[in-house]
């Protein structure tokens, strides 16, 4: 799949997947969208409205309240690259997030994922 095809994908069609990738490992949505709202300062009764309508996940990205600076000490490999190596910067918020869902979903404490 190219980039283009990723970023014009519905937030909504997305969101599902991470949650069930948190649930298969005995994790919460209520997880998933606290890792959500830390990595891009929406806050949950936003979330919540983005679910009910439909937004590609680049808007998703591009009308985040403020991305967390904190988000470029998160490191390592997401679909055999190295996330702090992606060029693209759009990709590479997108693999920040798939990141930080995989390390819920390994059981890394909440507090560890967030980076706080």
């Known amino acids: 799949m190219s980039p283009d095809q990723v970023y014009q994908m519905d937030f909504n ?5 991470l949650v069930a990738k948190a649930e298969r490992k005995g994790r919460s949505r209520q997880e ?3 890792v959500i709202c830390w990595l891009t300062g929406y806050d949950e009764e936003q979330l919540k409205e983005l679910k009910k309508r439909p937004i590609t996940y680049e808007a998703f990205f591009a009308q985040a ?3 967390n600076p904190n988000r ?3 490191k390592g490999v ?4 190295r996330v702090e190596e992606i060029q693209e910067p759009l990709m ?3 693999r920040y997030l798939d990141k930080l869902v995989d390390e819920l979903a390994r059981g890394k404490a909440l507090e560890k994922i967030l980076r706080s």
């Open 32 to 34: 998933v969208d606290t």
């Open 72 to 74: 470029k000490l998160i």
């Open 92 to 94: 590479q918020e997108i």
């Open 65 to 67: 309240p403020a991305m």
């Open 13 to 17: 069609r997305i969101y599902p997947l």
């Open 78 to 81: 997401v679909c055999g690259v």
